[in-house]
């Protein structure tokens, strides 16, 4: 694997998975929604629905809200428009791909707040398969500890039946097939580990590295603005901004 995404690192070190409660609220209340219309309403038998509502709650999403959402999911809000996943194409500045994951009960509205952040920020979008074949399905479970249960975690995560580790400073990223996910993730917590999240991602095939402050800035910038779009759950990209610069952006 040639890196884990670099945007998913630097959104953890910034907290901007956290910047915006009620928009995380919304997104994992849509996931759950979603889970349970593919896999039905009972978590014991539903393994993505489960995962949905563990991240919800290490999200601390009110247990309202998930209600309402596995309620969505099985119809029994019938006054709920239809929630949908999109994926979409395109570039950004620099010449960087980003591949958008989107859940949206209006599909034209998402479809052109996505073209337009591209447009606004120098980018454009791309046919279906100009980007996705760049990007490598993988399971992502996430996780927080301390340096000296690094090894711990590492066999633990080897025996569950991880693919790759990445470790930076106290955050894990344990990557997996997309079809294990679920279960690596459940004999981590059987090995007393705790898991903060786990997700399907995609991984960039291969790199552009950035190591020009300007253009590191407009990346991020317009990284920003389509994860602030509401109907954009996740952006994937193959950019790699060197940790130094990253620093400096930050000062």
Known sequence: MSG???WHSIKHKKGLADAKRGKIFTIHSKLITIATREGGGDPETNSSLRTAIDNAKTANVPNTNIERAIKRGTGELKDQAEITENMYEGYGPAGIAVYIQTLTDNKN??????KSILTKNGGNMGTAGSVAYLFHKKGLISLVAEPDKHEEIELSAIDAGAEDIKIDENNVEIYTDPKNLHEVKRKL???DIAV???EITFIPENEIKIDDETKARKVLKFMD???EDDDVTNVYSNFDIPEEIIKKLEE
């Not at 509205?109 to 996505?114: D, E, K, Q």
């Open 109 to 114: 509205r998402t479809v052109a707040s996505v």
């Open 4 to 6: 884990h995404s670099k």
């Open 196 to 198: 903060e999240s786990a």
């Open 225 to 227: 603005a389509l994860e």
């Open 189 to 191: 917590e059987e090995a």
